[in-house]
């Protein structure tokens, strides 16, 4: 069967023997720019497909990173999303803080006469002083305290529109009764269940005994693993302080009243110990503490960092070594006519097809787990998609970083070595 | 007549520099006319391989002039000598085939730089190129399923496929039992001659020298026999 039965059949002419020319060997036109792109796209994949334990160990080290990368942005997302739960629930056009407060939970006092004199701007409807400090919740069940951050203000007036406030505004304005917020992290005790089994019942909050009248919803942040309401009279029952003084003015505007102009002419109006915030700036100015005034930004960004190096090298381990593996094959592809550029491109083909194989089980797996952590923490772990579009990014990047290091060890597959 | 395939005059090159410069190839001349199969003998050592790879294009060249396929090689650029070894097929020791693709895919690689063809076409015309080593039946094996000669020969299919102008195979035996061996260069030898494609064959072995229509042997960077066109058209070797 290895005898070729009879070559003039299959092959026409032979022209050393007939005395013709040989035809020159035309040189070829040139591959279209799809096949250019496809055709080691496609001699990467086959490449990958054929190692199946190098495949999954390549696929394991990228889902790993783009895991460990979405669970450091996710905390870091939620701690900025929960540290602004408190000031983004609040329903207010302007907003007015001392200028040397950089948190809710440790405000800086400013006067409340300022609240008044904003009255006088004729676009001004309500001006709402909120009082914020820190005291102790005593758990009901285990007798175990803990420190709960407390609002005080005029629920009536609506500045402020925590869900279920609107239903125990009355029951607020009896002496010494306070609102839980069911949001609250579980140490506080159950709650929001005994509530629903036996109605009100005493609570202690420092060291006053305090009536549950109602429960609201808000949501834990760093700075505050649960929240208490009660009216601006109760909450100085409970906080001794100057009673001139408050940590936040929020004010309502007028139908139709330009919020931008209106701010204007308040920082005009008002002397320099207040600073006039929209609500988008508030909340900003609240992030911004988290983000620049602590570690905490930095720490979530240099974990996900460590995720992308470690997922960079385990890429590029691979992508090395199945270059090395395979050295003497890509040195023939070279003497074939492949040029340095094509089997860079199939080199590249694989980091990007291992990008994408491990970047979809890694989104699955994340999902999964901001569910079940945000549960457990009751921090806000949502899979947004310009976070997942950015995770993407970031482990494309990576992949690509290490496909150019690993394309490097292409220069070692010289065809002239091959003979 | 046109212009032979190859046509060296006076390359001589060295590898290392200063001191350590040693020159491997002295003021070769060679010709090669077309469809003509040669056979490069000699000692280790005595310049075959690189004069081989010279005129294949992986090396750039030193001194002398090198004309390969209508193309210049002293001082052609790199992206000159990539495009020149589409037009050329090589064999090596070792058949290089990769692992991951069947014997079909591995001779459609020879192709696929080709624009002029689409995969349906170079799949058809790697099977045909295999039918022709008697490998049908094996297309859609990978390598590793294939004896040591069924590799060969599926590196004989691929050289050919690309329908170059010009065979450079070195040592293509050297891996090979005698049967098999000598079953790949007849191979060789016959579709090449079919199509008019001439054979520069770099060899130690002395069981396929009659498939030569001419033998040139190097000693010492220097041709010392057979430098002279044999007439071709006339009883093979």
């Known amino acids: 069967m290895n005898e070729i039965a009879n070559p003039t059949k299959l092959l026409p002419w032979a022209p050393e023997r007939n005395g013709e020319e040989a035809p020159a060997a035309a040189a070829k036109p040139a591959p279209a720019l799809a096949d250019a792109l496809r055709l080691p796209l496609r001699l990467a994949w086959r490449q990958l497909r054929a190692e199946k334990s190098r495949l999954f160990a390549a696929m394991a080290g990228v889902m790993f990173a783009s895991v460990l990368v979405f669970m450091q942005l996710g905390f870091r997302g939620a701690l900025f999303d929960s540290a602004t739960n408190l000031l983004g629930a609040m329903r207010a056009d302007i907003f007015l803080v001392h200028p040397m407060t950089d948190a809710s939970f440790r405000p800086e006092p400013l006067p409340r006469v300022r609240a008044y004199q ?23 069940e285990t007798g175990r305290r803990r420190a709960v951050q ?15 406030l609107a239903g125990i505004v009355e029951a607020l304005k009896r002496p010494d009764t306070l609102a839980f917020d069911t949001r609250s992290r579980p140490e506080f005790g159950p709650i929001g269940r ?11 909050l420092g060291v006053r005994r305090m009536e549950l009248v109602g429960l609201v919803e808000i949501g834990p942040s760093f700075g505050a693993d649960g929240n208490v309401v009660m009216s601006e009279t109760n909450f100085r029952r409970v906080v001794e302080r100057g009673a001139s003084n408050t940590d936040l003015v929020a004010i309502k505007l007028r139908a139709g009243a330009d919020r931008a102009a209106v701010r204007e002419r308040l920082r005009a109006l008002l002397p320099g110990d207040v600073l006039v915030l929209s609500h988008e700036e508030l909340v900003a100015h609240e992030r911004s503490y988290w983000e620049n005034g602590t570690p905490i930004g930095f720490i979530f960004v240099f974990g996900s960092l460590m995720g992308l190096v470690v997922g960079m090298v385990i890429v590029y381990q691979i992508l090395f070594s199945d270059i090395a593996s395979h050295i003497s094959e890509y040195a023939t592809l070279k003497a074939m006519g492949y040029s340095n550029g094509y089997l860079a491109r199939v080199v590249m ?5 291992l990008a994408i194989i491990g970047f979809v089980p890694g989104l699955g797996l994340s999902w999964l787990l901001y569910d079940m952590v945000g549960k457990a923490t009751f921090l806000p772990l949502v899979m947004y998609p310009s976070r ?31 003979f | 007549m046109a212009a032979p395939p190859v046509d060296l005059k006076s390359i001589t090159f060295a590898y290392g520099a200063g001191e350590l410069r040693r020159a491997v190839l002295r003021d070769v001349d060679l010709t090669i006319a077309p469809g003509e199969i040669v056979l490069l003998t000699g000692p280790s050592g005595s310049g075959k391989t690189t004069l081989l790879t010279l005129i294949g294009a992986l090396r750039a060249m030193q001194d002398g002039t090198a004309r390969v396929l209508g193309q210049e090689l002293s001082g052609a650029s790199e992206a000159e000598r990539v495009r020149l070894r589409r037009r050329i097929g090589f064999i090596f020791q070792n058949h290089n085939l990769l692992g991951f693709l069947t014997a079909r895919q591995n001779v459609a690689m020879a ?13 058809k015309r790697a099977g045909e190129m295999l039918e022709a080593v008697g490998l049908a039946d094996h297309a859609e094996k990978p390598p590793s399923q294939l004896s040591g000669g069924q590799r060969q020969r599926v590196a004989v299919a691929r050289a050919l496929a690309g329908d170059p102008g010009l065979i450079l195979a070195d040592e293509p035996t050297a891996a090979l039992d005698k049967v098999s061996g000598q079953e790949v260069v007849h191979l060789l030898r016959d579709l090449a001659k079919g199509r008019g494609v001439p054979i520069l064959l770099v060899t130690h072995d002395p069981r396929i020298l009659d498939i030569a229509d001419r033998i040139v042997a ?18 093979a070797a």
């Open chain 1, 194 to 204: 005994l509530f629903a089994e036996r109605g009100s019942f005493d609570v202690q």
């Open chain 2, 111 to 123: 192709m696929e730089l080709d624009g002029g063809l689409n995969e349906t076409q170079r799949l």
């Open chain 1, 118 to 140: 904003t009255l006088a701007d004729p676009d001004v409807e309500l001006a709402v002083p909120l009082y914020l400090a820190q005291s102790t919740w005593r758990n009901p």
């Open chain 1, 388 to 418: 997942a579009a950015v995770v993407f990014l970031l482990i494309f990047g990576m992949c690509a970083i290490a496909g150019m290091l690993a394309v490097r060890k292409l220069r070692d597959a010289n065809p002239a070595d091959m």
């Open chain 1, 349 to 353: 083909g694989s980091a990007l097809i």
């Open chain 2, 218 to 235: 190097m000693e010492d960077g220097r041709i010392v026999s057979g430098a002279q066109e044999a007439t071709v058209g006339g009883e």
């Open chain 1, 150 to 164: 407390l609002i005080g203000l005029d629920a009536g007036a609506g500045a402020v529109d925590f869900p279920g």
